[in-house]
């Protein structure tokens, strides 16, 4: 049993959010401020998120038991079943079957105590007919049967002129080449030394500096997820509002990185912002133009001076919003 104080390990956590209902854990959601459809498009997805984007667990765990009071208890443990063997009625039932069994060999035992196997009777006649027929019994005499000695097959043997010998061939070992290393050049520059018994040019050695490579950036995060204002709001003069948005499994930027946030209309960029928040206010449209624009965000590199180095995500989708 976990107490209330208690924080439960991040697997039993991620159990137990697997385990409620639809509606207890859209409840969750909503207690901790997040968008159900905007944490993935499956369940699995959804805790992944939900747990990446909530850094203080103990918060998760108690809006929890808040909605499922009964999230964290121990399952009720089942009583052992006692397997009972009926011994009574399976002796009585071997005692039944032994008296048979004894009843059945005196039976067989006394019938055949004093009886003797007649083998085969032979009717003998006498030439004379009026003499009487004498039958007697004859002893049974036991003939063997004899018994089918197999004969050997005679085996082939090969009529070869000599022995054969196999001869293996030998095989190839490869040979390693071994490879050039380039050896650096030098550049060499004459310089011409005026001297008085002499007018050949002297060279001096001049060493080339190796320019250093420039920074490489690689998309590393997935595109960031818009989650308001809802795409096509119409926002009447200069009213303050806010522009939302989460990347999934990314909690916070490291100090290097920033959201980029871009407004467009008619496909041009007419706005370029940069911060380290997952939101930014806004108020009244670029330029104090109205009309309709749309707005996407992407996770970027910069500098020490706020500079763009690099892409670390593909842009999110373009949403529309309406100045009036």
């Given at each position: 049993?976990?107490?209330?104080?208690?924080?439960?390990?991040?697997?039993?956590?991620?159990?137990?959010?697997?385990?409620?209902?639809?509606?207890?854990?859209?409840?969750?959601?909503?207690?901790?401020?997040?968008?159900?459809?905007?944490?993935?498009?499956?369940?699995?997805?959804?805790?992944?998120?939900?747990?990446?984007?909530?850094?203080?667990?103990?918060?998760?765990?108690?809006?929890?038991?808040?909605?499922?009071?009964?999230?964290?208890?121990?399952?009720?443990?089942k009583p052992k079943r006692k397997i009972k063997l009926p011994i009574g009625p399976v002796v009585g039932f071997l005692g039944l079957i032994a008296i048979i069994a004894a009843g059945a060999w005196i039976v067989n035992s006394a019938l055949t105590a004093n009886s003797t196997e007649v083998v085969n009777y032979r009717v003998t006649s006498?030439?004379?007919?009026?003499?009487?027929?004498?039958?007697?019994?004859?002893?049974?005499?036991?003939?063997?049967?004899?018994?089918?000695?197999?004969?050997?097959?005679?085996?082939?043997?090969?009529?070869?002129?000599?022995?054969?010998?196999?001869?293996?061939?030998?095989?190839?070992?490869?040979?390693?080449?071994?490879?050039?290393?380039?050896?650096?050049?030098?550049?060499?520059?004459?310089?011409?030394?005026?001297?008085?018994?002499?007018?050949?040019?002297?060279?001096?050695?001049?060493?080339?500096?190796?320019?250093?490579?420039?920074?490489?950036?690689?998309?590393?995060?997935?595109?960031?997820?818009?989650?308001?204002?809802?795409?096509?709001?119409?926002?009447?003069?200069?009213?303050?509002?806010?522009?939302?948005?989460?990347?999934?499994?990314?909690?916070?930027?490291?100090?290097?990185?920033?959201?980029?946030?871009?407004?467009?209309?008619?496909?041009?960029?007419?706005?370029?912002?940069?911060?380290?928040?997952?939101?930014?206010?806004?108020?009244?449209?670029?330029?104090?133009?109205?009309?309709?624009?749309?707005?996407?965000?992407?996770?970027?590199?910069?500098?020490?001076?706020?500079?763009?180095?690099?892409?670390?995500?593909?842009?999110?989708?373009?949403?529309?919003?309406?100045?009036?």
């Amino acid at each position: 049993m976990i107490s209330m104080s208690e924080t439960p390990d991040l697997k039993k956590l991620e159990q137990t959010l697997k385990a409620m209902t639809p509606e207890q854990f859209a409840a969750v959601c909503a207690e901790l401020g997040l968008v159900e459809d905007l944490l993935g498009a499956t369940r699995d997805e959804q805790i992944k998120t939900l747990l990446a984007m909530s850094p203080n667990l103990s918060r998760v765990a108690r809006t929890v038991r808040h909605v499922w009071p009964d999230a964290f208890e121990p399952p009720p443990v089942k009583p052992k079943r006692k397997i009972k063997l009926p011994i009574g009625p399976v002796v009585g039932f071997l005692g039944l079957i032994a008296i048979i069994a004894a009843g059945a060999w005196i039976v067989n035992s006394a019938l055949t105590a004093n009886s003797t196997e007649v083998v085969n009777y032979r009717v003998t006649s006498s030439p004379v007919p009026t003499q009487a027929l004498i039958i007697g019994l004859r002893t049974a005499t036991f003939t063997p049967t004899p018994t089918n000695t197999p004969t050997p097959t005679p085996t082939n043997t090969p009529d070869l002129p000599g022995t054969l010998t196999a001869t293996y061939a030998p095989t190839a070992t490869p040979t390693e080449t071994p490879t050039k290393t380039p050896t650096p050049t030098r550049t060499r520059r004459a310089t011409t030394t005026p001297a008085a018994t002499s007018n050949k040019p002297t060279w001096t050695p001049t060493s080339t500096s190796t320019p250093t490579p420039a920074t490489v950036v690689r998309v590393v995060y997935p595109s960031a997820v818009l989650n308001r204002p809802a795409s096509n709001t119409t926002i009447a003069g200069s009213k303050a509002f806010q522009m939302r948005w989460i990347v999934p499994g990314l909690a916070e930027l490291n100090s290097d990185e920033r959201y980029r946030v871009r407004l467009r209309q008619d496909q041009q960029v007419v706005y370029d912002y940069f911060t380290a928040n997952n939101w930014y206010d806004r108020s009244g449209a670029p330029n104090g133009t109205p009309g309709t624009y749309n707005w996407s965000v992407t996770v970027v590199k910069v500098d020490d001076a706020g500079n763009l180095i690099g892409v670390l995500s593909p842009e999110s989708e373009r949403w529309n919003i309406i100045w009036q």
